[in-house]
């Protein structure tokens, strides 16, 4: 079995529970330390792509075909299922190991909540929903991007793509601002109820937010992942 078949047999719309999403966690964030020994990008982890043993006690990562050499990265705005896709990737920035981390943190989200945290309809879609819970991106990091056009004006504000809900037409429309919705608490909590497990449940929320930085210069190092309070607490 995969990670997507076990959220469709133990918590389909509900995710699963907090101590098997720890354990699985873990596991992920050492495979992609593993990754990051050899200097290996897998490029495309997502929970169809994490196989699980008949005791659903370990994972493995499968499906390199997308994986390549840190050094050899090509800049490609489809590289990783979209889901689960970086903005750096969408953006058209030089991308590292950091694209992994970002697709493990959605990744987890999806395993605790049993939704897709990201489910844009395209590139442009996602960068919305990016900013509607992280807040706007640095403008240095949108003039670096070699994709900006496509997503920016050159006041860096975004240009939704959308379609107009009476005519049915394209139609771009300039977002100067982009009001934050809920955080990811808020969304967790809407989702999941009372946990009753408040402190690893914050943790898991510290965890993700820090994984999710739209910067990847500002998400956390694998060391700091794996020594964070969610995956060392005890049961």
Not at 182 to 205: C, M, P, R, W, Y
Request: glycine share 6%.
């Amino acid at each position: 079995m995969n990670l997507r078949e076990i959220l469709k047999k133990y918590g389909k719309n509900v995710g699963i529970n907090i101590r098997a999403v720890r354990s699985y966690s873990t596991q992920l964030l050492y495979a992609l330390r593993l990754l990051r020994k050899c200097s290996i990008i897998h490029g495309d982890i997502k929970p169809d792509n994490i196989l699980v043993n008949e005791t659903k006690s370990t994972l493995k990562l499968c499906d390199f075909g997308s994986a390549s050499h840190v050094a050899d990265g090509e800049i490609t705005p489809y590289l990783v299922s979209r889901f689960y896709r970086a903005p750096e990737i969408i953006l058209g920035l030089k991308y590292d190991f950091n694209v992994d981390l970002w697709s493990v943190g959605a990744t987890i989200y999806e395993l605790y909540t049993g939704k897709i945290l990201f489910p844009g309809h395209s590139n442009n879609e996602m960068l919305k929903l990016f900013m509607e819970l992280k807040g706007k991106f640095p403008n240095k990091l949108i003039r670096r991007g070699q994709f900006r056009n496509q997503h920016f004006d050159d006041n860096c504000s975004f240009l939704f793509r959308d379609t107009d809900k009476v005519t049915q037409r394209d139609r771009i429309v300039t977002m100067s601002v982009i009001n934050r919705s809920k955080g990811l608490a808020d969304i967790i909590s809407t989702q999941k109820g009372f946990s009753g497990n408040v402190s690893a449940e914050g943790h898991l929320v510290d965890l993700l937010d820090k994984c999710l930085f739209l910067d990847p210069m500002k998400r956390p190092s694998l060391s700091s992942c794996l020594t964070h309070p969610f995956i060392t607490e005890k049961d």
